[in-house]
């Protein structure tokens, strides 16, 4: 599984673009200074990390792109995966994840379904996604803080990357009942 194609349309200083056909491995940003690399992952972000989950209304339209003397008023990105080893837990070989920004409120897309945030993290969660650790993002500083991780810390992350932290979390919620 990997990411095949972006598309953002408003989303911070992106109007529209879509990106063509990532390589399955190693792909390369590159551009001047302010040119949009960090709103590029920034975007990605938006629909994979639950770090953006939780955002105030206001900090949703600081998202909307604002162009000389307009502002857009809806916003979305997609992540197109190509997921023909099937580690998305949908049984297609490409699935089309997008978060919307529209009335200031996130919503999510599967395959163009309205489907829950709750749905979404589960979903991407099963396939290895970290929730709390964007680790498929390596910021800076990363690398320095893996190696000064505590190994509990590590063995949790090795949990979420393997995609069976999500078992545990609901094993707990199911003995809450
Ligand atoms: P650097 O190489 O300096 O890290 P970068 O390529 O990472 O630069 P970004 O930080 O992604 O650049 O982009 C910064 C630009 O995005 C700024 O010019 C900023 O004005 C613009 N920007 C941020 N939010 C919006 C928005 N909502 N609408 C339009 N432009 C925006
Ligand atoms: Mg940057």
């Known amino acids: 599984m990997?990411?095949?194609k972006v598309i953002i349309k408003g989303f911070k200083s992106?109007?529209?673009?879509?990106?063509?056909p990532f390589n399955p491995?190693?792909?390369?940003v590159v551009g001047a200074n302010g040119s949009g690399k960090s709103n590029f992952f920034?975007?990605?972000?938006?629909v994979l990390s639950d770090m953006f989950q939780n955002l105030r209304s206001e900090d949703m339209v600081a998202l909307l792109h604002e162009g000389a003397g307009y502002s857009v008023v809806s916003a979305f990105v997609e992540i197109v995966f190509d997921n023909t080893d099937n580690r998305i837990p949908v049984?297609?070989?490409e699935?089309?994840?997008r978060?919307?920004?529209?009335?200031?409120?996130?919503e999510y897309y599967l395959d163009g379904k309205h489907i829950s945030k709750t749905e979404v993290m589960n979903l991407l969660e099963s396939a290895g996604f970290s929730r709390s650790n964007p680790y498929y993002v390596v910021q800076q500083g990363k690398i320095a803080s893996l190696t000064l991780m505590k190994d509990s810390e590590r063995l949790d992350l090795l949990k979420e990357i393997g995609g069976t932290h999500?078992?545990?979390?609901?094993?707990?919620?199911?003995?809450?009942i």
Do not use: P
């Open 95 to 97: 699935v089309r994840l």
């Open 99 to 106: 978060r919307t920004v529209v009335s200031k409120k996130g």
């Open 91 to 93: 049984d297609k070989e």
């Open 14 to 20: 992106y109007k529209e673009i879509a990106t063509e």
């Open 2 to 4: 990997y990411i095949k």
């Open 166 to 176: 999500v078992y545990e979390d609901r094993r707990c919620e199911s003995l809450k």
């Open 42 to 46: 920034h975007a990605i972000r938006f």
């Open 25 to 28: 491995k190693v792909n390369v």
